[in-house]
């Protein structure tokens, strides 16, 4: 590792961190926008031989100070003391990271936005709101060493890790035990570890499981480009070397009763909740109070004794695990606990599974968030509903993750935009900006090609993470109107053809309410639209907003937020800069959605108390 020295700021070399004599200092912080990086530091030794340490930034010259004035010779900054140019060495910086910070003497957590007169034991203070509380790699940074001292933007001493256990515990709820080192990270169960993580953020998406192998005590290979697979193979090397099973956890805990249990539509929508693994640590925000407690002993013959063992096959990850079959429901017993109830992991069987003769189950229940259940006290018999309920051990496989798709893009593609002789298009950035906002386009009605706007085409558009937004299903139909006033509600578009007495006339569009359950309408019918109120040149400047609300009851069981409204889309067209002459651009809005949202920072967080059930009742 490379360390610099804090009389000069030059940087030396050492094999181990077990290897520099006197041990070392290390700084932990948020990078600001411009760094000194290990070419520039080398660089000064050269230019300025005397006084390298007066031309380094405020930061590295201001560690370099407080660390030789509390007797260190070496101080450990990653922005300088890691050469990003060599991949092999940010892999094994990367890898070691949790390391380095656990072997130094002293760690200073340097927080650029609170004062020195800051209160820091005060709720929503400076100190509580700080940036450094949010970030993903400071997590490491804080469990790591034994010795963290807080400093302020002018470098004062504002306590220790132990000194603020208390605040921190509310901050970024990791128990003070943790913190005040009376307990061993390796003691925290796997799910409440990942919760630490949920509400923190990193520039990349693969460095959202990079620093959190070291909580882990994982080693893995650094691929940046992967994305989000970087978190899927932190879950499955987890789940390699561990037998705890909270890694599986997460998602929302089931209160209703068997007989109102969600079911799959018939369209089998897969959600994030569905599988596995998770897709971000964000998933086990609600994970801060589980615990893995596997029986030592048989309570009674319905409480299993064993770990279930889980590994990765291409067809899914192989489970043996005890299972409740009762009510028409499979339940995983994982051996796990929150606020002292056991809880079980539910599980649906899966019709789309590519081998039958391997029986592939979905993670949850319903196309939603609901994925566990209450099956009674941890220190009592297995119940679910009340009544007493017996495992059988089995062999099954559950869907891990979503299917590869080899793809540069992340939105799925439209039939409209493939040529440019078309009636419609949908800009790939209005669908990005959906996805980002929660709503995707789950499916799309077949169009021949190249398409001139008749038949009708069909948007079908829903929540992207099926998450806490209210039942948000709606089409938006596209067209161009037939210009014949001369033929019935039941001719065809063939029959039009064939009599030629089809003229593409005015462009239209609306958007409608859709429930996946419903029967499709059906796109070869002419009498779809109103003229002229879906004719968009009658649109005041091409836009129109249209009421996507159903008759649903939305029920809270806890008072925190503000109950879900009402959506409505509003759709806007502008000719397109392809063919301006015959295709419109569509850009799709959806308004009116308020939901619970976690957020952090003196924004209340979503407890875990707090559950949002919906009951539809479709007039």
Known sequence: MWLLSTSRAELHFFNTPESVPGGYAILSH????????????????????????????????????????????????????IDKTSSSELSEAINSMFRYYALSRVCYAYLRDVSSDCPVQELFSDFWRSLWHRRGWTLQELLAPRLVIFLSRDWKVLGTKAELADVLCRITFIPRSILRLEEEIGDICIAQRMSWAANRQTTRPEDQAYCLMG?????????????????????????????????????????????????????????????????????????????????????????PIGIPTFSVTPHGVLARLPLVEAHGAAIGVLSWSRDGDRLG??????????????????????????????????????????????????????AHRPPLRI????????????????????????????????????????IPSPWTGSPAAMLFF??????????????VHLGRCTGSTSLGSDTTLADAETRGSLQLGAHWAYAEHYHPGEMEPDPSRLSWHECPADHIREWPRGSMTFDISCECTLQLTASVGRPLQAAHVSLSFVPSMLNPSEALDLDVHVEGQTGLQRTFGGVPLLDSATLLQYSMDES
């Open 345 to 398: 992991l539910l599980l649906t069987p899966c019709p789309i599974s590519l081998d039958p003769s391997r029986p592939l189950y979905d993670a949850g229940i319903g196309d939603g968030n609901v994925r566990v259940i209450d099956l009674g006290s941890a220190t009592e018999d297995l119940e679910l509903f009340g009544e007493a309920v017996e495992t059988v051990w089995k062999e099954i496989y559950i």
């Open 215 to 303: 909580i882990f005590g994982i080693n893995m290979p650094t691929l940046y480009g992967e994305g989000e697979n970087a978190f899927q193979r932190l879950q499955e090397e987890i789940m390699k070397q561990s037998p705890d099973t909270t890694l599986f956890a997460w998602g929302a805990l089931w209160h209703g009763q068997p007989d109102s249990f969600p079911t799959h539509d018939g369209t089998h929508r897969h959600s994030d909740y569905s599988y596995l693994f998770a897709r971000s640590p964000s998933a086990f925000s609600e994970c801060s109070e589980s615990s893995f407690s596997p029986p030592r002993s048989a309570l009674s013959q319905r409480v």
């Open 462 to 475: 829903g929540r992207a993470d099926q998450s806490l937004s209210a039942p948000m299903d709606f089409v």
């Open 407 to 446: 793809q540069a893009v992340s939105t799925a593609p439209v039939f409209l935009n493939r040529s440019i002789t078309t009636a419609f298009r949908l800009p790939e950035a209005n669908l990005e900006r959906l996805d980002a906002s929660g709503v995707a386009l789950l499916r799309q009605s077949s």
């Open 30 to 81: 948020v990078w600001d926008q411009h760094e000194q990086t290990f070419q520039d530091v080398r660089a000064l030794r050269s230019r300025w031989r005397r006084k390298p340490r007066a031309r380094t930034s405020a930061k590295i010259k201001q560690s370099c100070k407080i660390a030789q004035r509390h007797g260190y010779r070496w101080v450990w900054i990653d922005t300088c003391c």
